[in-house]
């Protein structure tokens, strides 16, 4: 009953991402992207303080605790959140300039090889890599060659800096599944990783952009439904769902972002692709879906 629950909250997570990225486009019309990623985040920190006083602690001990306490993250959960939201701060801004360079249909899908990425560098920690990567690994290159590289050979920097993103977005992840092993506490630790996206991007807002009131108004739509759904609720799905889910589950469920990402793109934009890039988004979905695939695993002395 659990695992259902956790691949139900990841699936709902795939698909608000997925759209987000229309909304992302949208907004990228009124203010910069440090701008933009400073104040969703900060609507999610405000989304979150809610929910982190009514769920945050233990049923039993709520009654006693004052609100600060309540809002408190032990050290497990600090640690972890500030190590979130390091990377979730790099991978987003890189998303949210890359966004301006690229359409939302491309960003999604090279948004998704972090399925590929996760057991690549989950090796640095230990993790076996499975011999089917080998497969998908040079399957995903090729999809990222047709999707992003023109004709005179050279790759759009907005398709770099996503591809890049990827990488962060992957680490988060790692970052999430070590700390939720270690007892941080899911809900806290979303919180914490919001506080620190937003306080990297102000920083970079202050020392880049300047922005009005009236260019906020005009991407309100897009800064709420980025802050509330986006990063309030889908990024705390994310870490609550994979907390009831195995990784190799839970990273193929959040792949199907790129399939949502290219309907949202083509549905609410109007954007559209090439057959050679058609032929990319395909190959890159099949070696991501082919990565999550469980191959048993051969016992010690076994011939076969």
Request: proline residues 4%.
């Amino acid at each position: 009953m659990e695992q259902a629950k956790g691949n139900l909250m990841l699936l709902l997570t795939a698909f608000i991402w997925g759209s987000a990225f229309v909304a992302q486009a949208v907004g990228m019309d009124y203010v910069g992207p440090y701008t933009f990623s400073a104040v969703r985040n900060l609507i999610a920190i405000l989304v979150l303080i809610p929910v982190v006083w009514a769920f945050g602690s233990p049923r039993g001990e709520r009654s006693g605790l004052s609100f600060g306490q309540r809002l408190k993250p032990d050290p497990v959960t600090l640690k972890g959140g500030l190590w979130c939201g390091l990377f979730m701060s790099v991978a987003s801004l890189l998303q949210q300039v890359g966004l301006q360079m690229t359409t939302a249909g491309k960003a999604g899908f090279i948004t998704a090889l972090y399925i590929i990425l996760v057991p690549i560098l989950g090796r640095f920690l230990g993790r076996p890599v499975r011999k089917i990567l080998l497969l998908c690994v040079p399957m995903a290159l090729v999809g990222f060659y047709l999707l992003c590289v023109k004709g005179d050979f050279t790759v759009s920097f907005g398709d770099f800096l996503i591809f890049l993103c990827a990488i962060f977005f992957a680490a988060q992840i790692l970052t999430i599944d070590h700390f939720l092993l270690r007892g941080a506490n899911s809900v806290k630790l979303a919180w914490v990783q919001f506080g620190v996206t937003f306080l990297v991007s102000a920083v970079l807002m202050g020392l880049f952009e300047q922005t009005t009131e009236g260019a906020l108004w005009d991407a309100r739509w897009a800064l709420l439904y980025t802050g509330v759904i986006s990063s309030g609720v889908a990024y705390t799905l994310q870490i609550v769902g994979q907390k009831y889910t195995e990784p190799t589950t839970a990273t193929l469920i959040m792949s199907l972002e790129s399939v949502f990402a290219a309907l949202s793109g083509w549905l609410l934009l109007g954007e559209t692709m090439s057959g050679k890039e058609l032929t990319g988004c395909v190959l890159v979905f099949v070696a991501v879906l082919l990565a999550q695939i469980p191959l048993p695993v051969r016992k010690k002395g076994s011939s076969h």
